[in-house]
Each structure stands twice: as structure tokens, then as C-alpha cells.
């Protein structure tokens, strides 16, 4: 999978467990799905996301041009 496609995928799946933690036990897990939103949105004007680097570190490969 690439580093793009992988952190789609992880932004999701944080964003639903939140949801379903926020549901299922204390809706303080809601700020969680906050958090997770406005570093999209950060990411997307500033081009600095840390699960980006994260991931790079781990060994994910970008997209090839």
C-alpha cells in the first residue's frame, strides 16, 4: 500500500473507532475525531503531516510519479 493510501486508510479508520468509542463508552472520545479532522485539515494547507513522516520512518513508500 502507498504511504497516501495508507494514511487515508488510517485517518478512517481513527476517525470511525473514535466514533464508536465516543458511542460506546464516553463521548470525550469525540474530541479524538476532532483531533484527527482539524490534522487533515492543517495537513492540507501547510503540507506537514506527522503520520506522514511517521510512516516513512516505518518504511512506506510514496507514490511514483
Same mark, same amino acid.
Not at 479524538?32 to 503540507?47: H, R
Given at each position: *500500500?502507498? @504511504?497516501?493510501? %495508507?494514511? #487515508?486508510?488510517?485517518? !478512517?479508520?481513527?476517525?470511525? $473507532? %473514535?466514533?464508536? @468509542? !465516543?458511542?460506546?463508552?464516553?463521548?470525550?472520545?469525540? $474530541?479524538?475525531?476532532?483531533?484527527?479532522?482539524?490534522?487533515?485539515?492543517?495537513?492540507?494547507?501547510?503540507?506537514?503531516?506527522? *503520520?506522514? #513522516?511517521? @510512516?516513512?520512518?516505518? !518504511?512506506?513508500?510514496?507514490?511514483?510519479?
Amino acid at each position: *500500500m502507498t @504511504l497516501e493510501k %495508507s494514511i #487515508r486508510a488510517i485517518a !478512517g479508520l481513527f476517525v470511525l $473507532l %473514535s466514533l464508536a @468509542l !465516543g458511542y460506546l463508552t464516553s463521548p470525550w472520545w469525540h $474530541l479524538f475525531t476532532a483531533f484527527v479532522g482539524a490534522n487533515l485539515l492543517q495537513s492540507a494547507f501547510t503540507g506537514f503531516c506527522p *503520520m506522514e #513522516r511517521l @510512516l516513512i520512518k516505518l !518504511g512506506v513508500k510514496p507514490e511514483a510519479p
